[in-house]
């Protein structure tokens, strides 16, 4: 898994974003995400690509006796410890794909637009539900496969800099696509619908929500907000862990 985000440029201009400085409520999809976040009174919570620690620190704030924040960005952590330190958060320096899940030792597992670097998704899914406790809580938010399937993740222009259309290619080619985002090459890991909701019911989950990201009311007058209603980009699943 590449960190992009250990790069000094892509990190400094990923600071300037808005979900970067005002945090979750600058995020478009945080007012689908937040309700579907179960009770958090006195229960552990793992937090897979943590980021700056937002999460983490609303975990806290919903009485969360436990939460710990992975992050492979050593950049993102030190961020994190700046921004969203508390007595309850531990912080560490963690790819999701190494982190050890221990069987049983979590009640909510959360994961916030980091899934989509995973190649393997299906290894993860079966690891977060041996390290969830029985009928524990996994809800995560990654990048649409309609959004990673896009050519070259981007609209197609008119002459005047329109969108025209979100093209779509190989959408049935699960792999690597390489993109440039905050002027940077980044590579993520396209997955299908089907790869993502079969992943977790054959791992053992049961679906309780599954819900497309779109930009509040409120949001619509932010310029290019309204594109966003045009194609999704954003998919979010909350699963039970059943034993």
């Given at each position: 898994m590449r960190n992009e985000y250990e790069n000094e440029a892509f990190?400094?201009?990923?600071?300037?974003?808005?979900?970067?400085?005002?945090?979750l409520s600058a995020a478009g999809e945080w007012h689908q995400l937040k309700p579907l976040f179960p009770?958090?009174?006195?229960?552990?919570?793992l937090d897979l690509g943590c980021g700056y620690g937002w999460h983490c620190k609303f975990a806290v704030e919903q009485g969360a006796r436990q939460v710990l924040g992975i992050d492979l960005s050593q950049k993102?952590?030190?961020?994190?410890?700046?921004?969203?330190?508390?007595?309850?958060?531990?912080?560490?320096?963690?790819?999701?794909?190494e982190y050890e899940y221990p069987e049983g030792v979590w009640?909510?597992?959360?994961?916030?637009?980091?899934?989509h670097?995973?190649?393997?998704?299906?290894?993860?899914?079966?690891?977060?539900?041996?390290?969830?406790?029985?009928?524990?809580?996994?809800?995560?938010?990654?990048?649409?496969?309609?959004?990673?399937?896009?050519v070259g993740q981007d609209w197609a222009y008119d002459e005047d800099g329109t969108p025209l259309y979100w093209p779509i290619d190989q959408y049935f080619m699960p792999g690597e696509r390489i993109t440039h985002f905050l002027g940077c090459e980044v590579?993520?890991?396209?997955?299908?619908?089907?790869?993502?909701?079969?992943?977790?019911?054959?791992?053992?989950?049961?679906?309780?929500a599954v819900e497309e990201?779109?930009?509040?009311?409120?949001?619509?007058?932010?310029?290019?907000m309204r594109d966003e209603l045009r194609r999704p980009m954003m998919l979010l699943v909350r699963a039970r862990a059943i034993h």
């Open positions: 990190f400094q201009q990923y600071a300037q974003m808005p979900r970067s400085q005002a945090g009770p958090l009174e006195g229960k552990s919570v993102m952590i030190e961020e994190a410890k700046r921004r969203n330190s508390g007595e309850s958060i531990l912080y560490r320096v963690c790819g999701i794909d009640d909510c597992v959360v994961s916030n637009l980091a899934l670097y995973i190649e393997d998704l299906d290894s993860v899914f079966k690891k977060v539900h041996r390290t969830l406790k029985k009928d524990g809580i996994f809800l995560f938010n990654i990048e649409h496969p309609v959004f990673t399937a896009g590579r993520k890991q396209h997955h299908t619908l089907t790869q993502i909701l079969m992943g977790l019911l054959r791992s053992g989950f049961v679906l309780e990201a779109e930009p509040s009311a409120e949001m619509l007058d932010i310029p290019g």
